[in-house]
């Protein structure tokens, strides 16, 4: 099946001040969540005769569901609700929001400028065709963006939307779609023909032998339709039914300074990278989360722009900026500036409360292919959840061997990880168990007067041979017989998402360690579900 070459949003093509009563037709469909949604042909139904009973939709009903699956996907592609690992819909905290009818029309507008493609849902299994992988675009923002230009007069038709708008995939591609529109308004009636024409030939994902341009405008103006009436909510733009979006000259800068908070409070979220679920929660946070973020204290003048982005580059390595310390900040940014205006960077970023993962590390630890830094950035994901962090620290039996983590934690617990950058598959063989269990344990207990407590395996992508952490437990018994010694195996995704979930609740050190112990129990994780709910229990 070929990817999709241009925007899409799910229908149903409904106003944004409909999205509260959608989601609460769903909860009542499905006794507050808490009716299994996946495969679940009766709740679909269900969910269609409760949209009707709301007054959201009309009374007929499908034969199988569809109609209630439709309006659920829509939800999902707003990040109100996502599906978790055992089928049940779960809200997100701007859905819990909209249920409770807490500053909705904030929080929808939120939701409407910071909807991205990928998302969490566009990015599921079931969502055909999938996106080719390129897209990296928040529509609703650039269309406003589009609109706001004197170039443009400050309008958008339908059709101009539809044949060049809908083709982006980037947010860096205003100038090229709006020169795109401009010649297109300056064209005769043949030239604007042949450009639909070729639009219609080069974009259109769908299988059928009729790719005219008529065509690929009826296919999707609806899809145009939507984005013009989802923008219109954001009070950004006016819509003007069925023919085009336009901003009124006068409120440009109005507009401009919106837009450019978004940007600034609401980057590109790339967490998809480490889970569909993480994507979905951090993307559903309620606006009233971000206001913790005083990101207005660090606003660079244009001289110093080149100077901001370089720090910021720097700081690529650590996951969590909030974690450093004035001192680390300036150690980190003598590598490429003068001790005096390392000092003056890390006044400036000591201000701010970033609150959030470091999406630019994200990216980063999850491509890397050198062993050492993939190690060495594990070990910085430990140090922001709350460990006190060795990197190859010498055993006590003063041997080559060396474990490449070592975590402390409060007067006496004490862990050993063995980081793996496995691009493919890590599977702890029965070498492996023998080498913890008679080298690593036993050489690493008693170090700085501390006993092991734990052991574990961070892997780079996927893992197996989960039943063997119960062997290292059994086997070294026979060495430190005094206790019996569990351990983990987790993905990097997984061990991110956890420190993600936790920045993203504002959990303290203490809380965080004392949580990630709590899923020490000789459990391989191979998703952040799985492992959230090993500490919620």
């Not at 070729?198 to 999707?220: L, P």
Request: charged share 30%; with cysteine.
């Amino acid at each position: 099946m070929a990817e999709r070459k241009i925007w899409f949003i799910t229908r149903p093509e409904r106003d944004p001040k409909f999205h509260r009563e959608a989601l609460l037709a769903l909860s009542d469909a499905t006794n507050s969540f808490n009716i299994k949604w996946s495969a679940n042909r009766e709740a679909h139904l269900e969910y269609e005769r409760s949209l009707y009973r709301h007054g959201v939709k009309r009374e007929n009903v499908s034969n199988d569901g569809s109609g209630g699956r439709t309006w659920a996907a829509m939800l999902k592609t707003f990040s109100y609700i996502y599906t978790d690992d055992q089928g049940f819909l779960k809200l997100t905290k701007v859905g819990k929001k909209l249920i409770e009818g807490k500053k909705i029309r904030e929080n929808v507008t939120k939701q409407i400028l910071t909807l991205q493609i990928p998302n969490a849902y566009f990015l599921e299994s079931g969502f055909r065709p999938q996106f080719e992988s390129s897209f990296k675009i928040r529509p609703a923002r650039f269309l406003i963006k589009l609109t706001n230009q004197e170039k443009l007069d400050y309008y958008l038709t339908k059709e101009e939307i539809t044949f060049f708008a809908l083709t982006a995939q980037k947010d860096n591609q205003i100038v090229e779609i709006t020169n795109k529109i401009f010649d297109f308004r300056n064209a005769d009636s043949v030239v604007k023909k042949n450009m639909k024409q070729e639009v219609a030939t080069q974009f259109d994902h769908r299988e059928r032998s009729d790719k005219g341009a008529r065509d690929f405008a009826s296919a999707h103006g609806d899809v145009a339709h939507t984005f013009m009436l989802i923008s219109e909510y954001t009070g950004l733009v006016e819509y003007i039914r069925g023919e085009a979006i336009r901003i009124e000259p006068k409120k440009s800068d109005e507009v401009t300074s919106k837009i450019n908070e978004y940007d600034y409070r609401f980057p590109f979220n790339s967490r998809y990278l480490i889970s569909l679920q993480r994507m979905a929660e951090n993307n559903g946070l309620d606006i009233e989360s971000y206001k913790v973020n005083n990101y207005e204290k660090i606003r660079p003048a244009t001289n110093k722009i080149k100077s901001y982005k370089k720090a910021n580059s720097l700081l690529s390595s650590y996951p969590n900026i909030d974690a450093l310390s004035h001192e680390e900040l300036i150690e980190i940014f003598e590598n490429e500036f003068s001790l005096k205006e390392a000092t003056q960077l890390a006044d400036e970023f000591i201000k701010v409360e970033h609150k959030t993962l470091n999406v630019d590390f994200v990216e980063e630890y999850l491509n890397e292919l050198n062993n050492l830094t993939f190690e060495d950035k594990t070990g910085e994901i430990f140090k922001s959840i709350g460990f006190e962090v060795e990197m190859r620290p010498k055993s006590m039996a003063n041997v080559k061997t060396e474990i490449e983590i070592l975590l402390k934690y409060g007067d006496n617990i004490m862990g050993i990880v063995d980081a793996k950058n496995y691009r493919t598959k890590f599977n702890l063989s029965a070498n492996l168990v023998s080498h913890m269990a008679s080298e690593y344990l036993p050489n690493y207990d008693e170090y700085d007067g501390r006993k092991i407590s734990f052991f574990g395996y961070v892997t780079a992508s996927n893992l197996s041979g989960e039943k063997n952490l119960e062997k290292i437990t059994q086997l070294t018994k026979r060495v430190i017989a005094d206790r019996s010694i569990e351990g983990f195996m987790l993905s990097a995704n997984v061990l991110l998402g956890f420190l993600d979930y936790c920045i993203d609740n504002n959990l303290s050190e203490k809380e965080r360690v004392e949580l990630f112990l709590k899923a020490i129990n000789n459990t391989g994780y191979t998703t952040i579900g799985k492992f959230l709910s090993a500490i919620e229990k």
